[in-house]
């Protein structure tokens, strides 16, 4: 496998050993043979996002911008978090429910809560509070899906809802109890 293939197979992969390993096992093995450095990887990495954040712009697809999270998360600074947000408000509106819920957990992050993970406490770590209360807000907006009556969309809102809650505290928000009433009841 030459260099050029390895870059293939990575943005191929969404920047994902994970991914490169399901789906092309074979070029996994390949790949890591080669023992590429990590700021090749990491260059690869921002090529790979500035090419999701055109293509977000031009779409609107809402799926574009768990991609971009995903893959720009590792970076964890200031300017990756910019292009994440530039992301978030080129996704097309209206969203059907599920698809308001998917970028609800994007932004809260899909790992467990002990790890830190998501865009609401990426802001708060690099110093971005206000940044983080304007994510939580847009969260509490796209769970707030009053007519849904799905049994498991449901659970999903309710597991966000509870997220948002311990988040708010933990971080110190400063969301008022009269406010976020409006979204779910404490």
Same mark, same amino acid.
């Given at each position: ?21 399901? *789906?092309?096992?074979?070029?996994? +093995? =390949? ?10 990887? *990491?260059?690869?990495? *921002?090529?790979? +996002?500035?090419?999701?954040? &055109?293509?977000?712009?031009?779409? $609107?697809?809402?799926? %574009? ?13 200031? =300017?990756?978090?910019?292009? &994440? ?23 809260? $992050? ?13 802001? #708060? ?5 206000? +940044? ?6 847009? &969260? ?7 007519? &849904? ?10 597991? $966000?809802?509870? %997220? ?10 400063? #969301? ?11």
């Amino acid at each position: 496998m030459t260099t050029k293939e390895a870059r293939e197979i990575y943005l191929k992969s969404d920047c994902s050993y994970f991914v490169m390993c399901t *789906n092309f096992y074979a070029s996994y +093995i =390949e790949y890591k043979k080669l023992g590429l450095p990590t700021d090749l990887e *990491n260059t690869w990495k *921002n090529e790979k +996002i500035l090419k999701l954040s &055109v293509d977000i712009r031009r779409s $609107g697809d809402y799926r %574009l911008f768990q991609k971009i999270s995903e893959i720009a998360e590792e970076f964890h600074d200031y =300017e990756k978090l910019r292009i &994440v947000l530039e992301a978030l408000r080129s996704i097309r509106e209206p969203l059907e429910p599920r698809q308001s819920i998917s970028v609800a957990e994007t932004i809260l $992050g899909r790992r467990n809560p002990k790890v830190r993970g998501g865009l609401i406490y990426w802001a #708060f770590d690099i110093g971005q509070k206000g +940044i983080a209360i304007l994510l939580m807000d847009q &969260v509490l907006e796209y769970l707030f899906l009053p007519n &849904v009556s799905d049994v498991e969309m449901l659970k999903k809102i309710r597991k $966000g809802q509870r %997220l948002c809650k311990k988040i708010i505290a933990d971080l110190d928000l400063h #969301f008022s109890n009269r406010y976020l009433k409006h979204y779910y009841n404490f």
